[in-house]
């Protein structure tokens, strides 16, 4: 697998309504990203008859996705969408995707923005991460 550079991660929001329909946005700014961080419970079924400890696995959690952005959540509609998808507690579909090369590998996955963390300082940039909980699995494709 291939190194890939920051400047080729390309992500999009898009709003999940009632009626299933979709109003894509690009994220403006993006810098980086953390996630999905999929796990599952291990469940014990060890009894008495057991040489051994005994596993089954469960239902995984799709975790969460954090999305960093250079701040612009005032003009780019991707991180106007974001913003109010948290505060209009709005289900969401949320795609990651390399771009530029032959091979693009893409994450999808359907969630909740469930935080939003604004950072400043002097003489720096004014940055934000949009932490979405996932909602059900996530999706690789190639």
């Not at 060890?46 to 005032?74: F, M, R």
Request: glycine content about 12%.
């Amino acid at each position: 697998m291939a190194v890939r550079d920051s400047q080729n991660i390309v992500a999009y929001w898009a709003t999940v309504t009632v009626e299933a329909t979709l109003a894509a946005n690009h994220i403006g700014e993006v810098t980086g990203f953390s996630g999905p961080s999929l796990s599952a419970a291990v469940i014990d079924v060890t009894n008495l008859k057991s040489t051994a400890k005994e596993k089954l696995i469960g239902v995984y959690d799709g975790g969460q996705v954090t999305i960093n952005v250079n701040w612009d959540a005032c003009t780019d509609d991707g991180q106007k969408l974001l913003r109010k998808s948290i505060a209009g507690r709005l289900k969401g579909r949320l795609a990651i995707f390399t771009n530029g090369s032959a091979d693009t590998q893409k994450v999808s996955m359907e969630g909740y923005v469930s935080g939003i963390n604004l950072t400043g300082s002097v003489d720096n940039k004014l940055a934000g991460d949009f932490t979405i909980a996932i909602s059900g699995g996530a999706s690789f494709t190639s």
